[in-house]
Antibody, heavy 118, light 107 residues
Framework: EVQLVQSGAEVKKAGESLKISCRGS????????INWVRQVPGKGLEWMGR????????NYNPSFQGHVTISADKSIFTAYLQWSGLRASDTAMYYC???????????WGQGTLVTVSS | DIQVTQSPSYVSASVGDSVTITCRAS??????FAWYQQRPGQAPNLLIY???NLQSGVPSRFSGSGSGTHFSLTISSLQPEDFAVYYC?????????FGGGTRVDIK
């Protein structure tokens, strides 16, 4: 069974750094892109970017590029989303999503809620 | 970016009703289109991919159609577990974009 298990909820202050994780199991981790999708409370879905764990090739949504970094360690089947300077507007649920490069999101993590206070 | 406009944003319906949600893409995306259901407190779940293909395990009362710029999702005979928020998504061009969502509530 394919599973994407994300790290737990975080409460941070504006300006702090944060790295959240997503561990894949039940499939060949390096064979599928991992995407990150943001959902602000009560709002819709936004694609942030993705990474190919086999070679760490990344694509970013221009709206997020420069503010977040997506990385992966294929040896431990884990992808990461990190910020070096959080803003209150980063308060949201973040989902990691497995993708076979079709762009259709078959498998989702449970989400990591990030709360940033100003 | 390709804009995806979803309507309506809210629909109130009864168990057994049929509901249709539509999305319009700002340019031709062929059939690179998907629909998701999101129940409260849960991650989204893929219902339809390639505009009209039913994802494995999804009940046959869900159907998708369309190509180019106009797409629709129909839920025939609404069941209690179908009351949720539905999102459409274009998978044609990066950045991939979603519609604003449709909340389907019980009348």
């Amino acid at each position: 069974e394919v599973q994407l298990v994300q790290s737990g909820a975080e409460v941070k202050k504006a300006g702090e750094s944060l790295k959240i994780s997503c561990r894949g199991s039940g499939y060949i981790f390096a064979s599928y892109w991992i995407n990150w999708v943001r959902q602000v409370p009560g709002k819709g879905l936004e694609w942030m970017g993705r990474i190919d764990p086999s070679d760490s090739d990344t694509n970013y949504n221009p709206s997020f590029q420069g503010h977040v970094t997506i990385s992966a360690d294929k040896s431990i089947f884990t992808a990461y989303l990190q910020w070096s300077g959080l803003r209150a507007s980063d308060t949201a649920m973040y989902y990691c999503v497995r993708d076979d490069s079709s762009g259709f999101y078959y498998d989702w993590g449970q989400g990591t809620l990030v709360t940033v206070s100003s | 970016d390709i804009q995806v406009t979803q309507s309506p944003s809210y629909v109130s319906a009864s168990v057994g009703d049929s509901v249709t949600i539509t999305c319009r893409a700002s340019r031709d995306i062929s059939t690179s289109f998907a629909w998701y259901q999101q129940r409260p407190g849960q991650a989204p779940n893929l219902l339809i991919y390639g505009a009209a293909n039913l994802q494995s395990g999804v009940p046959s009362r869900f159907s998708g159609s369309g190509s180019g710029t106009h797409f629709s999702l129909t839920i025939s005979s609404l069941q209690p577990e179908d009351f949720a928020v539905y999102y459409c998504q274009q998978a044609h061009t990066f950045p991939l974009t979603f519609g604003g969502g449709t909340r389907v509530d019980i009348k």
